[in-house]
């Protein structure tokens, strides 16, 4: 079988697909307060063009695939496309990024699901009159509950964190402290340029070592060994039942490994975080191209893979002026 091997010798075997361009929150981060915008629906791809892509991608390799958005649980019957995934008995895992404002109803069907193990749960302050100012939105107390049954449930739950100068810097270890307790994952995430803007303001730079020297000023702290292609390093805290991790997603320090591909909710192809997006698949399929087409196309595209992600920003055409929405979390 052909797999997806790039230039530098890194397999593909995980894809971050965006089911929709739609949010439901306007993150400061993120979008602007007047949000983004969207595309018409007739340019998202279907759930159908979307089975189809994944399932050509697992015929090359591909074991995983995490659904964000924008927010996936705004795409009508969603859930259902969940259900139609799993029946890919290639596919390992199913993952989803979500803002929780929207799941709590659906986690029930969702851990019948076997291959839907992992939910990350975007959550950047535990204050509510924060938290409404970060997202522009009131629905603390849904997300919070969303939290609490997660952390229930019989699916693996991280938190993502955006860690934003200004805001919710004072949280940090208040986020390290669930983990006493709770047995989940918080990751804090370097806040990026993808903010619809193109361009990262911020009265002080939070990077790796920033997080991580806050953390320590508090906790003892221990690393543990990273699977090969993690996003994240990630530490045990003494006598604390979850872990934590720091995901230095603007330094860019872990692209080494990196075994990942996107496509964005109308279909475009993107080797990395940080590039213009290389091919757009939706039209390719609507033009009449068969599996083989398909599978020809994906083998050539990673061969265009770069380096890193600073290889990516500097062969842009433009500058970087996209929403995270856009992009696909």
Known sequence: ???????FGRQINYVRLAVTDRCNLRCQYCMPAQGIDIVPRKELL???EMYRIIRVLTELGVNKVRLTGGEPFVRKDFVSFLEMLSYNDLLDDI????????????????EKLKKVKNINLSIDSLHPEKFAKITRRDVFPEVYK??????????????????Q??????????????????????RFIEEMPFNGKGQRNAEEVWNYNKIL??????FTVTELPSKKSST????????????????????????NDCNRIRITSTGTFKNCLFDDGVFNLRDFIRNGASNEDLKALFLSLIKEKPENGFVAEANRKGNVTES?????G
């Open 213 to 218: 020297n806050n953390i320590q000023s508090e």
């Open 46 to 48: 279907t759930y159908k």
């Open 324 to 328: 995270m929405s856009t992009i696909g």
């Open 1 to 7: 079988m052909s797999t997806l091997i790039d230039n």
């Open 165 to 186: 100068s200004g805001f919710n810097t004072d949280e940090i270890n208040d986020f390290v402290q669930l983990t006493k307790d709770k047995d989940i994952a918080v």
């Open 232 to 255: 994240s390093r990630n530490f045990s805290i003494e006598n604390h039942r979850g872990t934590i991790g720091i995901i230095p997603a603007f330094t860019r320090t872990i692209c």
């Open 95 to 110: 993952n989803i990024t979500t803002n929780g404002a929207l799941i709590s109803k659906h986690i029930k069907t969702i």
């Open 146 to 163: 969303t939290f609490e049954l997660l952390e229930k449930s019989s699916l693996n739950l991280k938190l993502n964190v955006v860690v």
